[in-house]
């Protein structure tokens, strides 16, 4: 993430907003309404916010949008999206390096999509079922691995070699 800026969402207000991080504070210097945004993160090299989605009919989406830090304005058309069916997305995660996103839904699933900035484009690399609701997603720092928390108290460890996802480690946490 920017080190001038943060990224904050608003659940019950619908809204995403975006901060910039002052020597006296913290001021509010974009914002947009955008219905049943669950999950969100910054693209590490600055320039994309990856917003997962989560609604009660078959509209939920994988969303990427541009943020222009000239003007400090998010484009509030998505530049890229996929859907991701009718799950819920519960956690977004860019890899360290800006080429992968990853996404955990209600559904169980896990899902990682390459992220091509030339067009920009989202293209699924791999999807697995964890088997219940995943909450919370991490990139290693050298992005060859990638964790998963799910409902079930369970953290599963994946390899991530460009191809594909392969468990690597599972426990009970």
């Not at 945004?37 to 320039?47: M, S, T, V």
Request: proline letters at 2%; aromatic letters at 12%; hydrophobic letters at 35%.
């Amino acid at each position: 993430m920017p080190f001038h800026c943060s990224l904050c969402l608003v659940n019950n207000e619908e809204q995403i907003q975006i901060y910039r991080f002052t020597e006296s504070g913290v001021e509010k210097i974009d914002s947009f309404v955008n219905t049943f945004a669950r999950a969100i993160d910054w693209d590490p090299l600055g320039n994309y916010i990856a917003v997962g989605y989560g609604t009660k009919n078959e509209d939920n989406v994988l969303s990427i949008y541009e943020f222009d830090f000239t003007n400090e304005l998010l484009n509030t058309t998505a530049i890229a999206y996929d859907t991701a069916g009718t799950s819920s997305v519960n956690s977004v995660k860019w890899s360290n390096n800006g080429n992968f996103i990853a996404i955990g839904q209600n559904n169980g699933f896990v899902k990682v999509f390459e992220f091509n900035r030339e067009t920009p484009d989202l293209a699924i690399l791999d999807s697995v079922d964890v088997g219940t609701n995943v909450y919370g997603i991490s990139w290693s720092k050298d992005n060859d691995y990638l964790a998963c928390q799910s409902n079930d108290n369970q953290l599963s460890v994946y390899s991530v070699d460009g191809s594909g996802l392969e468990l690597v480690y599972e426990i009970d946490i």
